[in-house]
């Protein structure tokens, strides 16, 4: 079995775990403290190194930008980002770095990139780098330890690249942009998966009913669908929605505002969504439906509404006298009968009607419609109750109803 040293104690283990085990004991052992800044330290030596970041001297001084530095080497370093000067060049890139003696430790771990040498291996997981520092942020990952914090949300990270990255998010930097469509993202990670939709790769299956998509966060919404978790609620009126984007433009409707107007009758709606459908009733195009009877509908909800005619299921009860409907529209309508509201007025006589299509007949005396016809005689009339006492003529049967007015 290959055993495994410790890059800090020399400590020799034979299994993974155990090396992620005893690196956390280094962490935990960390009791030596800055004073000055409160960083820790697993060792006393290590600790009094730390602490001539803190001392001034006053004879290492930049005579350009007056920054204090440690020692007459890190002072020459530092003029150096002054004056440019960058003695050490890659042969291979041409990159320059700045100029440190005869020996350049930036130049060396710069030339591991050309040659493919990683000399620093992870003892838990196998990753090699170039460097030990970049060993040591890699390190941190499994051991939980971040140590760079957002100063403006608070969140840690493990790396300081990520930290960067994830400043843009504050920002509204965008770095990078889709090479297709143009569209940018703060982080590459977002672009990548972006990029799947043009390339039409779907990774993310999901286990219960195999669909798939191209976003892991698309998956994790469609899954909220089996659990019918709604983790997205309006701040207004308590309703919550499975998708993030339908909980905003539902908040939309609490605001009024309705920026989405039809350019045929005017009517303007608070979604671009609404507005599209709406658009189909004038242009008569119908998407919809019916799988049972072929009646086709402009709109989705229409559909599924008229879907209940054929179930026979009646989920709209009547609070007053329990008669169920399997419209909503129908159940309104049918209010109207308990209170007595008529909304539906006749714009010539002014007669007014509970329900729609009470007034549409009504109007039809109005214009001279006859659309109800004897089968006997072919005489027309302009109301469905007009015809049925003129069957009465037929059939010699009088109501009295009837009698009582010729009386």
Same mark, same amino acid.
């Given at each position: 079995?290959?055993?495994?040293?410790?890059?800090?104690?020399?400590?020799?283990?034979?299994?993974?775990?155990?090396?992620?085990?005893?690196?956390?004991?280094?962490?935990?052992?960390?009791?030596?403290?800055?004073?000055?800044?409160?960083?820790?330290?697993?060792?006393?030596?290590?600790?009094?190194?730390?602490?001539?970041?803190?001392?001034?001297?006053?004879?290492?001084?930049?005579?350009?930008?007056?920054?204090?530095?440690?020692?007459?080497?890190?002072?020459?370093?530092?003029?150096?980002?002054?004056?440019?000067?960058?003695?050490?060049?890659?042969?291979?890139?041409?990159?320059?770095?700045?100029?440190?003696?005869?020996?350049?430790?930036?130049?060396?771990?710069?030339?591991?990139?050309?040659?493919?040498?990683?000399?620093?291996?992870?003892?838990?997981?196998?990753?090699?780098?170039?460097?030990?520092?970049?060993?040591?942020?890699?390190?941190?990952?499994?051991?939980?330890?971040?140590?760079?914090?957002?100063?403006?949300?608070?969140?840690?990270?493990?790396?300081?690249?990520?930290?960067?990255?994830?400043?843009?998010?504050?920002?509204?930097?965008?770095?990078?942009? +889709? $090479? *297709? #469509? =143009?569209? /940018?993202?703060?982080?590459? !990670?977002? %672009? @990548?998966?972006?990029?799947?939709? &043009?390339?039409?790769?779907?990774?993310?299956?999901?286990?219960?009913?195999?669909?798939?998509?191209?976003?892991?966060?698309?998956?994790?919404?469609?899954?909220?669908?089996?659990?019918?978790?709604?983790?997205?609620?309006?701040?207004?009126?308590?309703?919550?929605?499975?998708?993030?984007?339908?909980?905003?433009?539902?908040?939309?409707?609490?605001?009024?505002?309705?920026?989405?107007?039809?350019?045929?009758?005017?009517?303007?709606?608070?979604?671009?969504?609404?507005?599209?459908?709406?658009?189909?009733?004038?242009?008569?195009?119908?998407?919809?439906? +019916? $799988? *049972? #009877? =072929?009646? /086709?509908?402009?709109?989705? !909800?229409? %559909? @599924?509404?008229?879907?209940?005619? &054929?179930?026979?299921?009646?989920?709209?009860?009547?609070?007053?006298?329990?008669?169920?409907?399997?419209?909503?529209?129908?159940?309104?309508?049918?209010?109207?009968?308990?209170?007595?509201?008529?909304?539906?007025?006749?714009?010539?006589?002014?007669?007014?009607?509970?329900?729609?299509?009470?007034?549409?007949?009504?109007?039809?005396?109005?214009?001279?419609?006859?659309?109800?016809?004897?089968?006997?005689?072919?005489?027309?009339?302009?109301?469905?109750?007009?015809?049925?006492?003129?069957?009465?003529?037929?059939?010699?049967?009088?109501?009295?109803?009837?009698?009582?007015?010729?009386?």
């Amino acid at each position: 079995m290959t055993r495994k040293k410790c890059w800090i104690c020399g400590k020799c283990v034979h299994r993974r775990g155990e090396m992620k085990t005893h690196l956390q004991s280094h962490i935990e052992a960390r009791k030596d403290e800055c004073d000055i800044c409160g960083k820790a330290y697993s060792t006393t030596a290590a600790l009094r190194a730390h602490r001539t970041v803190h001392t001034v001297f006053d004879d290492h001084e930049c005579d350009v930008c007056g920054e204090k530095c440690i020692g007459s080497r890190d002072l020459k370093i530092h003029r150096n980002t002054h004056n440019g000067v960058k003695g050490h060049e890659c042969d291979i890139c041409g990159r320059k770095f700045i100029w440190i003696g005869n020996f350049n430790r930036h130049l060396t771990r710069h030339m591991h990139i050309h040659t493919g040498i990683k000399d620093y291996t992870c003892q838990i997981c196998g990753k090699a780098f170039t460097s030990l520092g970049n060993l040591k942020t890699h390190l941190n990952a499994h051991m939980g330890v971040k140590n760079y914090e957002c100063e403006i949300c608070g969140k840690a990270f493990t790396q300081h690249g990520d930290l960067k990255r994830h400043r843009n998010t504050h920002t509204g930097v965008k770095n990078y942009t +889709c $090479q *297709i #469509c =143009g569209k /940018a993202f703060t982080l590459l !990670g977002n %672009l @990548k998966t972006h990029g799947n939709i &043009h390339t039409g790769v779907k990774n993310y299956e999901c286990e219960i009913c195999g669909k798939v998509f191209n976003q892991i966060s698309n998956l994790k919404t469609h899954q909220n669908t089996h659990t019918g978790v709604k983790q997205y609620a309006c701040q207004i009126c308590g309703r919550a929605f499975i998708r993030h984007d339908d909980m905003k433009k539902h908040e939309k409707t609490h605001t009024g505002v309705k920026t989405y107007a039809c350019q045929i009758c005017g009517r303007v709606f608070t979604q671009i969504g609404d507005l599209k459908r709406h658009e189909n009733i004038h242009t008569g195009f119908k998407n919809y439906e +019916c $799988q *049972i #009877c =072929g009646k /086709a509908f402009a709109m989705l !909800g229409n %559909l @599924k509404t008229h879907g209940h005619i &054929h179930t026979g299921v009646k989920q709209y009860i009547c609070q007053i006298c329990g008669k169920a409907f399997s419209q909503l529209s129908h159940l309104k309508t049918h209010g109207n009968t308990h209170t007595g509201v008529k909304n539906y007025v006749c714009q010539v006589c002014g007669k007014a009607f509970r329900q729609h299509s009470q007034l549409k007949i009504h109007e039809n005396t109005h214009a001279g419609v006859k659309i109800y016809a004897c089968q006997i005689c072919g005489k027309a009339f302009s109301l469905l109750a007009s015809l049925k006492r003129h069957g009465h003529t037929h059939t010699e049967s009088r109501p009295m109803s009837v009698r009582s007015l010729e009386d």
